[in-house]
Nanobody, 129 residues
Framework: EVQLVESGGGLVQPGGSLRLSCAASGFTFGSYAIGWFRQAPGKEREGVSFLKISDGVTRYADSVKGRFIISSDNAKNTVYLQMNSLQPEDTAVYYC??????????????????????WGKGTHVTVSS
């Protein structure tokens, strides 16, 4: 059974940091690209960051570039999203998702134009004082 399980969300003050985790199972982790998406209340889902596991190449949305870092521990089949300098506009439910890397397009998947193969259920991040 394929599973993507997010964790690490919570309440943080503006300027603070959080690290999200996405634990994957049930598929060949090294053959996929893993992406983080977020959806704020009343807004459309947006792509945040992607990591292609096989070569470690990353991609970021302009809104998080320089503040968020995506990484992986391939021995643990886990992808992380380190979020720094958090702002209230980062408040959202954060989801991780996976797409087979032979179908991965860094531009179109990050922008949400192409679909993902598997999704997690999300973790809530609230940035508030």
């Amino acid at each position: 059974e394929v599973q993507l399980v997010e964790s690490g969300g919570g309440l943080v003050q503006p300027g603070g940091s959080l690290r999200l985790s996405c634990a994957a199972s049930g598929f060949t982790f090294g053959s996929y690209a893993i992406g983080w998406f977020r959806q704020a209340p009343g807004k459309e889902r947006e792509g945040v960051s992607f990591l292609k596991i096989s070569d470690g190449v990353t991609r970021y949305a302009d809104s998080v570039k320089g503040r968020f870092i995506i990484s992986s521990d391939n021995a643990k089949n886990t992808v992380y999203l380190q979020m720094n300098s958090l702002q209230p506009e980062d408040t959202a439910v954060y989801y991780c998702a996976a797409v087979r890397d032979i179908y991965y397009n860094p531009t179109y998947h990050l922008r949400g134009f192409y679909g993902m193969d598997y999704w997690g259920k999300g973790t809530h991040v609230t940035v508030s004082s």
